[in-house]
């Protein structure tokens, strides 16, 4: 087998998360976070009755705190008839920021439950950059501090089980200069093998692909071997730094 075809078949497989050295999903070797999950766009709803007490929540992707409370402060606006608006929420791809808040039920019993039920959710472990909000009106029927508990708690993991939840990864950019007369070739192989070509621009002589890769180094060592095969030694990368994007890219 050609060593051209031994990268190739080197990088596709690392982008599938085989070999013997595959990074862990969610942070390089040196701890920081590349990626985690956040809601899609737009916000999701769900509602539910606990002993006649009415439990809207709503889930939403934020960037800052100030943008998740401000969206906190829409829903008290708009259902300004319920007797409690509880909040959590959650941002940075490290979860610097976390906030909770009970608006008025017993302390313990609403905002926290929400803020686990958040952090914790099975299918996204990671999630971050989102916000829930649940709105309650009372039915004339005490739930107790566990009925509370379960109801916020429930409230939001059946509103992230209807959400559209994504991967958020740091990619990090490159530039590469090609010849007319071997672009289409070459940047049909570096699409098959799982590298993001997110920019083609023509110019005198010939074409610069702008290529996006999960921001690790063995990605990089894989991506440049990679170009010195198909190139014959001849291509070059230039570092456009990073940028965090939606698994789509």
Request: proline content about 4%; glycine content about 12%.
């Amino acid at each position: 087998m050609t060593s051209a075809r031994l990268v190739t078949r080197a990088l596709a497989r690392r982008r599938r998360g085989g070999g013997p050295d595959r990074p862990d999903a969610t942070s390089d070797y040196g701890g920081r976070v590349t990626s985690y999950t956040v809601p899609g766009p737009g916000t999701t709803e769900t509602e539910m009755i606990a002993k006649r007490s009415r439990f809207l929540c709503a889930v939403r992707r934020v960037e800052s705190e100030q943008e998740a409370r401000a969206f906190v402060d829409e829903r008290r606006r708009v259902f300004h008839d319920a007797r409690h608006t509880c909040s959590a929420f959650v941002i940075g791809p490290d979860r610097g920021i976390a906030r909770s808040s009970d608006d008025g039920e017993p302390a313990g019993t609403a905002g926290m439950p929400m803020l686990e039920a958040l952090t914790k959710y099975h299918s996204a472990p990671d999630i971050s950059d989102a916000v829930a909000v649940v709105t309650r009106w009372f039915g004339g029927i005490l739930l107790g501090a566990g009925g509370l508990t379960r109801a916020y708690s429930e409230a939001v993991t059946n509103t992230l089980a209807a959400a559209r939840l994504v991967r958020r990864s740091l990619l990090h950019e490159y530039g590469l200069e090609l010849p007319y007369a071997t672009a289409g070739h070459d940047e049909a192989v570096l699409r098959s093998t799982g590298v993001a070509v997110v920019g083609v621009d023509d110019g005198a002589t010939g074409v610069r692909l702008n290529l996006a890769i999960p921001d690790s180094p063995a990605e990089l060592d894989a991506l440049t071997a990679l170009v010195a095969q198909i190139t014959g030694g001849g291509g070059r990368l230039t570092d456009m730094g990073t940028r965090w994007a939606d698994a789509h890219v």
